[in-house]
């Protein structure tokens, strides 16, 4: 019993060993950004020119877009703070909302319009096989996309489809009247 038990304590300390040992050691986490950025550039195959007009592109972009983030930002408290405020009846929340709202619609256009043009431009600088495994790149991104967020049904609440027609939570049960008795003549 005793050789059994020591036998299991010296495995335990050997496996905790390997555990810990160096060669299980990860090496060290390059941040998400960074990671995806040297993915980019290995596939496309980019030169160092490239490299660096594509790096003065993405640091053009961050400056055009920062302004426009934070004010998206900005509103998005504006509208949580009013969705908060307890003094305020819900039209008078949805009246103020709906004017934030359109601004952040719009804010939203400008973001979208400015990554557009980034992409515009970070593609003037590729030749045409980069271009192709761009865009070879692009369709696996929405293939993968497509498979991890498929499609969802129209929600079954206000303003939806067949909202009026909705099942009622508990069908009306079919029933038969009941058999009158037997009357007995005497």
Do not use: C, Y
């Amino acid at each position: 019993m005793k050789k059994l038990f020591s036998l299991i304590l010296s495995l335990a300390f050997v496996f905790a060993g390997l555990a810990f040992s160096p060669a299980n050691a990860q090496a060290p986490q390059v941040p998400q950004g960074k990671k995806m950025g040297q993915v980019f550039e290995k596939r496309l195959n980019l030169t160092e020119k490239q490299k660096e007009k594509a790096k003065t592109i993405h640091q053009k972009g961050q400056a055009q877009m920062k302004p426009v983030m934070q004010q998206i930002g900005q509103k998005h408290k504006e509208i949580f703070a009013i969705k908060k405020d307890e003094t305020l009846t819900e039209t008078q929340k949805q009246e103020k909302i709906k004017p934030i709202a359109d601004q952040l619609k719009e804010l939203n256009k400008q973001a979208a319009e400015i990554r557009k043009q980034n992409s515009k431009e970070f593609e003037k600088i590729l030749n045409k096989k980069q271009k192709a495994e761009l865009e070879k790149m692009k369709a696996e991104g929405r293939a993968r996309f497509e498979k991890n967020h498929p499609p969802r049904k129209p929600q079954e609440m206000f303003g939806a489809p067949g909202f009026w027609k909705q099942k009622p939570l508990f069908p009306p049960v079919q029933t038969q009247p009941m058999p009158k008795p037997p009357v007995e003549e005497k």
